[in-house]
C-alpha cells in the first residue's frame, strides 16, 4: 500500500466520500418524491432521506473553499487551468447532450437556433459545473476579504451571506398575511444567496472557528434540524395535496444548520483518527468523489474529479439510473471505464473485507448499472 502522506486531511476525504453517498441517497429518494402522494407511508420515507442529505452540495463548496481559500492561487493558474478546465467540461457534455437532445443525423441538419438553444439547455445535471464556474471567478475576491486586518473582511462577508442569503432565503418561503412582505424580501432586499458563500464559511469553519463543540450537540443539533426540515416539508405537503420543496432549498437555514454540523463533525474526527487500516482506501476512494480533490492533501486542484463527476454524475451512475438514458449514454466505452474503475476500487477494498465480498458485490453492482 502506498504511503500516506502525513500532511493529507484524511477526515475530510472521508468526509467527501460520506458526502457523495448523500449525493447518491438525494436522487435516488428525489426520483419518487413527486410521484407519490405525500399522505402515504413511502412519501414521508422519500421526505426524511431527502431532508437528511440535503447538506451535500453546500458541503462539497464548503470543503472547496476550506482549502482553496488557505494560499493564494496565481490569477493565471485559476483562469488558465480551473476555469478553462471546467468550462471546456461543460461546453462537451453540453454538446453531446445537444446531439443526444435533437438526434443524429438530424443535429447536423439543424438551425442554428435550435442547436444553440440545445446547448444551452444542456442536462440538469451539469448545472454545478456554471456554478463552481462563478464561485472560482470570485476566489480572488473572496481571498482578498478573507486577509483583510483581524479578519473583519471575512466577517463581514460572513454576516452578508447569512442575513441575505440564508435568513431570507429561509424567510422568503412562508406565507404572510399582507402579501407586501414577500414583495420585501423578494425583489427590494439584496439577494446574497451565492455558493461562495458556502465557500468563505468552510474556510472559516477550518481555519477561523477555534471552539471544539462537542460532538454530541452536534449530532442533537443536526438531527434536531432533520427532523424540523422533514416536518415542515410534511405539513405544507399535506396542507397542499402535493409534494412541495420550499425548504429544500440548498440556502435554506435546516440545510445551512446541517451542512454546519456535519462539517465539525468530521472536523472532530480529525485525520489520525482515520490514519490506519482503512487510510489508503479512503484516500484512494476520494479522489473520485465530488468537490476538491486536492484540498485534502494540498491547496491545488486536479481534474480527476472533474472528469469523473462530469462524466459519471450527467448519466446519474451514482442513482443507478444508467438503464434509463439513451444508447449513446450507455456506449461501450463508458462502461468499460466504470467497469475498470469499480475494479481498482475493489482491489483496494479486497484487503480489507476479504475476496468473496468483493466479488459478490461487484457483480450485483454491475448487474443493477448494465
Known amino acids: 500500500m502506498n504511503q500516506i502522506s502525513s500532511t493529507r486531511q484524511l477526515h475530510y476525504d472521508l468526509l467527501r466520500i460520506f458526502a457523495s453517498f448523500m ?5 435516488v429518494s428525489a426520483f419518487y418524491w413527486d410521484k407519490i402522494q405525500p399522505q402515504t407511508e413511502q412519501w414521508m420515507a422519500l421526505n426524511l432521506f431527502d431532508s437528511a442529505v440535503r447538506s451535500c452540495v453546500p458541503l462539497f463548496f464548503m470543503l472547496s473553499g476550506a482549502f482553496l481559500l488557505a494560499k493564494e492561487l496565481p490569477l493565471n493558474k485559476l483562469l488558465g487551468k480551473n476555469v478553462l478546465h471546467l468550462a471546456v467540461v461543460w461546453l462537451v457534455w453540453s454538446v453531446l447532450y445537444a446531439v443526444d437532445a435533437i438526434g443524429l443525423p438530424a443535429f447536423f441538419h439543424a438551425d442554428a437556433g435550435q442547436i444553440f438553444t440545445a446547448v444551452v439547455n444542456g442536462k440538469y445535471h451539469l448545472w454545478f459545473l456554471p456554478k463552481m464556474i462563478e464561485v472560482y471567478l470570485m476566489v480572488p475576491l473572496l481571498y482578498a476579504g478573507t486577509r483583510m486586518k483581524e479578519g473583519k473582511g471575512l466577517y463581514y462577508l460572513l454576516v452578508l451571506f447569512g442575513l441575505f442569503g440564508i ?60 427532523a424540523v426540515f422533514t416536518l415542515l416539508g410534511q405539513m405544507d405537503a399535506i396542507q397542499k395535496g402535493q409534494p412541495a420543496g420550499i425548504f429544500y432549498g440548498y440556502f435554506c437555514l435546516p440545510v445551512c444548520l446541517e451542512a454546519i454540523c456535519l462539517f465539525l463533525l468530521f472536523k472532530n474526527i480529525g485525520a489520525e483518527r482515520v490514519q490506519g487500516r482503512w487510510s489508503g482506501t479512503v484516500a484512494f476512494v476520494s479522489p473520485v468523489c465530488f468537490g476538491t480533490s486536492g484540498s485534502c492533501r494540498n491547496q491545488q486542484l486536479d481534474l480527476e474529479y472533474l472528469v469523473c463527476s462530469s462524466v459519471g454524475y450527467p448519466f446519474d451512475f451514482l442513482s443507478l439510473s444508467w438503464n434509463q438514458h439513451s444508447s449513446f449514454e450507455a456506449s461501450t466505452c463508458k462502461k468499460d471505464a466504470v467497469i475498470k474503475r469499480l475494479n481498482q476500487i475493489n482491489r483496494r477494498i479486497f484487503q480489507h473485507i476479504g475476496k468473496k465480498r468483493v466479488e459478490v458485490a461487484s457483480a450485483q453492482a454491475v448487474k443493477v448499472l448494465f
Not at 399582507?178 to 468552510?202: C, D, E, M, R
Request: proline share 6%; charged share 15%; no cysteine.
Open 23 to 27: 449525493v447518491v441517497m438525494l436522487h
Open 167 to 226: 435568513l431570507k432565503s429561509t424567510l422568503t418561503v412562508f406565507v404572510y398575511p399582507n402579501p407586501s412582505i414577500q414583495v420585501l424580501l423578494k425583489t427590494k432586499l439584496p439577494n446574497l444567496a451565492f455558493y461562495s458563500g458556502y465557500f468563505l464559511l468552510g474556510y472559516f469553519l477550518e481555519h477561523r472557528w477555534k471552539k471544539k463543540i462537542p460532538s454530541r450537540w452536534l449530532l442533537l443539533t443536526l438531527l434536531g434540524s432533520i
